[in-house]
């Protein structure tokens, strides 16, 4: 007999994204339960087999599932949560057709929210990220990636990582800090690029180790902004000071970034429009996972990245929300399956392991989140049936009725 603390049972459909525990590649068990204990998953099944195989410790919880479709909670592996400002006028200066330099003009663009998040003290950008977290838990993410980045100085970016550790310690979603110190060349570093890199270099990158505020460094590397040997340079000296690279690679211009991410090991390479599927295949072989971002291409009427062409090189793939004020304003990652099935070509099923076990390894967390096997966090969402297509085919709301983190209710409706 196993012993639990909390039982979920009566679920129409139990997907725990582990093809050894049920049927097909996503591990799915029909009329199945969920046993917990400590806040991790102690057993998975069939109903029929619950009352024989486990018992409820005195004063445990039982949770009817009410015919739940559930899945494990979300994980977003590529966001910039944190910022202040906001840049709405700009999206409807862009669908009028506007270019980047008018936008630049008319006080837009990510300086705009680099100016708005300087101007923050840390408790203004923790007021401004709870609601977009409760936001995103109510969609069912449980774990999410947060840069840093839009202060561009070394007492900013710290700034950024301290509002990020409070945002922790304040909800339900585990969040894990990525250093995005090089997200772009501050305005007074402008044609000083090399200047500013020794910046993040020598100054940020110890502070932020130092303080323990990362786990992740990420840089922006694209043409105009990081080369490939700033980029090394910056994600090698990261490694050093023990942060797992995660970064953006091949986003508007093919620059090597797959391959570099190949070189380096990186736990992610993102966004990789302009990709090499040779760059692509080396990642495959060197284990790096390919987060794509669909939601960006989306908000910003761009074509998707070549989904289908990164899959045959067998690279695992990542979706996430790449929730940002400029290019992608949003966190629900259930559109981002919809997004990823109807426009880049995915199966639901590679899909919904994009935001559950694939963004986990995006993260480096597989041990722990990104499906229900026993010995992972109990993090899972309850969603409304009939069965779990539905999450991107029935398109634009939200089928989370309720989130358990850690084996702990935390949303309901
Ligand atoms: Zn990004």
Redesign the pocket.
Known sequence: MITADLIVGNLAELVTCEPSLGEGPLGLIANGALAAADGRVVWVGPQSRLASEVTLTLGGRRLDGRGAVAVPGFVDS?T?LVFAGSREREYAMRAAGATYQQIAAAGGGILATVAATRAASVDELVNLGLPRLRAALAHGTTTLEV?SGYCLNPAGEVKMLEAIRRLDELQAVDLHANFCGAHEVPPEYKGRTDAYVDVVVKEMLPAVATARLARYVDVFCEEGVFSIEQSRRILEMGARHGLRAKF?ADEFVTLGGAELAAEIGALSA?HLLKARPEGVARMKEAGVTAALLPGTAFFLGLPYAPARTFLATGVRLALAS?F?PGSSMGLNLQLVMTMAVSQMKLSPEEALLGVTLHAAHAMGLEADVGSLAPGKLCDVALTDGPNWRYLSYFYGVNHVRAVLKRGRLVTER
Do not use: Q
Request: net charge negative; charged share 45%; proline share 0%.
């Open positions: 590529h910039h840069k953006h993102d790449d940002n």
